[in-house]
């Protein structure tokens, strides 16, 4: 078996992708292993039968996926993080050639500034600079005013993604907010946390009972979470969250008042 290694090298960023220019590709290619700012095609032949040309004359296109090391329901807590080969902190990122797995690549912050390489930490940096729309907080009973030890009905109408476009490095992103978790403040010291936005009457799925007479300033926050991509790239994951807290609402329970009346 004749064994060949073709080196291919020079950086074109493209969208989400990194697509890596060959001069002078090579012919066949069966087994292909990535580095960051390299990429090796490892080729071989069986005899006279030639395998199939796995690069053009543009070269492959190497892609890269921050891993994820913690999964909070579909959204990354924590990507997977390494240490280079310069001994610096980073992350692991699964690497494609041409579509196809190439195992992955441990690259550092500054390494993929370097190479113009958008990071999920950048993103996240920026989601959390954005202005997010707190979520409406709906009471029911209307209009300021329940009733003492009753089905207080609490709910939000804030429940759709919402987008928003930024440029990181000269480049369009695309960062996609979906609330994930709501956290209700009553008012009188006690909160609850869902993940679900509540039901207009008669669902009744929040609810809280006020057991004394007061003003209350019932409150509710809103943790949105994340994905983007880079151009018209594959969806990423935004390794975080951002809470946008709601303005109180004032609330006041009474006592119902038992009345006579003639019939």
Request: aromatic share 6%; with cysteine.
């Amino acid at each position: 078996m004749i064994r060949r290694v073709a080196s291919i090298r020079g950086l074109i960023l493209a969208a989400s992708s990194i697509v890596l220019a060959n001069p002078s590709p090579a012919s066949a290619a069966c087994q292909s292993s990535a580095t960051f700012l390299e990429i090796t095609a490892t080729c071989s032949n069986a005899g006279s039968a030639a395998l199939p040309t796995a690069t053009g004359a543009q070269g492959p296109t190497v892609t890269l996926y921050p891993m994820c090391a913690v999964k909070v329901g579909p959204v990354c807590g924590r990507n997977l993080a390494c240490t280079t080969a310069a001994g610096k902190p980073g992350i692991f990122y699964s690497v494609t050639v041409n579509g196809e797995p190439s195992g992955r690549r441990c690259i550092g912050e500054a390494e993929a500034n370097g190479a113009g390489v958008i990071t999920p930490g950048q993103v996240l940096e920026a989601m959390r600079r954005l202005d997010w729309p707190a979520s409406p907080l709906v009471i029911q009973p209307p209009d300021g005013l329940t009733l003492v030890n009753f089905d207080t009905n609490f709910y939000t109408t804030g429940t759709d993604p919402v987008t928003r476009v930024v440029t990181l490095l000269g480049q369009r992103v695309t960062i996609e907010a979906t609330p994930s978790e709501y956290r209700w403040g009553f008012g009188d010291g006690e909160a609850l946390a869902t993940t679900e936005p509540g039901a207009a009457y008669p669902a009744l799925t929040i609810t809280h009972n006020y057991l004394r007479t007061g003003t209350y300033s019932a409150s509710l926050d809103t943790t949105y979470s994340g994905r983007y991509r880079v151009g018209t790239g594959a969806w990423q994951d935004v390794p975080g969250t951002v809470t946008i807290e709601g303005a109180p609402e004032s609330l006041r329970a009474i006592e119902a008042q038992p009345k006579l009346v003639g019939y």
